[in-house]
């Protein structure tokens, strides 16, 4: 019986999907992820889950929408008893890794990860929990704002930057010891970055890369405040842009910066793919984000909005047995999940009726899906769920105190004209609106969002009374097994840490 196979999970946050229509595109200074794209199945349209970090990576890992995993938020407890990829490969026999970002809240902070290799960079209590009950309220301490454009620029070191480093070198090292370890089980390392998320501020390196280049001004120009939507406007409001003057010149700063932490990432990337090549180790290779960034389109920044920029992610995958091509339908990453648990031989008949994605090795093999694909959102800058479908080229959003949205995105890829008034799309409207509404209960989810969010106000107030216990996972570096010590052989010591050995 052969082995099954390693996996390599290679996840960034917050990089635009329209920017790797076929990999990454030809414009961008990314050799690493053009060389993986080569050997992948590219899937051009995918799309997250949720277009916020903490849901969007708990739908990821579980292959479940928000509304089943209850993470509607950066601040919603995902529950240890959903099964996440991690739990299916280990139950299997699987080694499961983690170096990097996943934005768990709650005091699980592994959700089927064996080893976690560093902390995370968010915090993972309930603070940054929205309160629909006071629609309008921002927190500007916690709330995005646009100072990450307005300060958009150069710097050798930044938080980001000393945690994404720090990421990788446990990354490397980790393949170093999976290489030259004894352990028998077949692995997956998941590895997480947080560029090219904002702030856009990037070393010199990779900021130079995009002097003059031909994309750093959005192709649709900011229509100002009162041509938004109404969730454009509750974004607009939610970044507090009546305290900001948003000039060409801070957009271009922010776009280089955005552009430049891509080739900065790439770079990570390579480091890591370069470890798995020189010690001689195979591996599924799976490269995905969690969400998009809409980079001033339309005047929007960031995430948090159903718009292409912001809800659609890259996601390639290389493995035996799938021939590199490039697959147009829509997916999603919930589908990731499955896909994994396929490629690896694993199954998952035990909460197969109960997850939403799909397996993509089907699609991947020329096969044909005719399913939309769902998104949900319920977080900063909304006051009630959202919900949007995506099939054939037609994007389908609604929510129950916005007018609902139909764009054609093959005549229409940025999404100006919404065609859900159009006498000409009756039929195609009528036709989403019935999926939805199977789909959806949407008073129920809005009364399941706002209970989540009373409880966990409570509890966080009342968990900052008194002794304070974080929930923050705390690495643990057993320094006392590594390198040499007392209780250990030098010479065995000296021989099985060697890779390769004997030569």
Known sequence: MSRAPNILILMVDQLNGTLFPDGPAAWLHAPNLRRLAERSVRFANTYTASPLCAPGRASFMSGLLPRRTRVYDNAAEFASDIPTYAHHLRRAGYQTALSGKM?????????????????????????????????????????HNLGSVTGAGVAEISNQMEYDDEVAHHAQAKLYDLARGDDGRPWCLTVSFTHPHDPYVARRQYWDLYEGCAHLLPEVPDPGYDAQDPHGKRLFDANDWRNFDITDAHIRRARQGYFANISYVDDKIGQILDVLDRTRQEAVIVFTSDHGDMLGEGGLWFK??????????????????????????????????????????????????????????????????????????????SIAPMVALVAEGWKYTACP????????????????????????????????????????????????????????????????????????????????????????DLNVLEENQRFPRGE
């Open 304 to 381: 948090m909005s159903f718009r292409e920029g912001s809800a659609r992610v890259p996601l390639m995958i290389a493995a035996p047995g799938l021939a590199p091509g490039t697959v147009t339908a829509p997916v999603g990453t919930i589908d990731i999940c499955p896909t994994l648990c396929e490629l690896a031989g694993v199954g998952m008949e035990a909460v197969g009726p109960w997850v939403d994605g799909e397996s993509l090795v089907p699609l991947a093999g020329g096969g044909v899906r005719t399913a939309p694909v769902a998104m949900e959102y319920a977080a900063e800058g």
């Open 103 to 143: 934005h768990f809240v709650g005091p699980d902070q592994l959700h089927g990860f064996e080893q976690r290799l560093t902390t995370d960079i968010y915090p993972p209590d309930f603070l940054w929990t929205p309160d629909w009950r006071k629609p309008g309220e921002r927190i500007d301490w916690w709330y």
């Open 401 to 488: 105190v916005d007018p609902d949205q139909l764009f054609d995105l093959r005549a229409d890829p940025q999404e100006q004209r919404n065609l859900a008034a159009d006498p000409a799309q009756a039929a195609r409207l009528a036709g989403f609106r019935a999926i939805a509404a199977q789909r959806w209960d949407m008073a129920a989810f809005d009364a399941e969002v706002r209970h989540s969010q009373a409880r966990r106000l409570v509890v966080y107030e009342a968990l900052r009374n008194g002794a304070y216990f974080p929930w923050d996972f705390q690495p643990l570096q057993r320094a006392s097994e590594r390198y040499m010590r007392n209780h250990m």
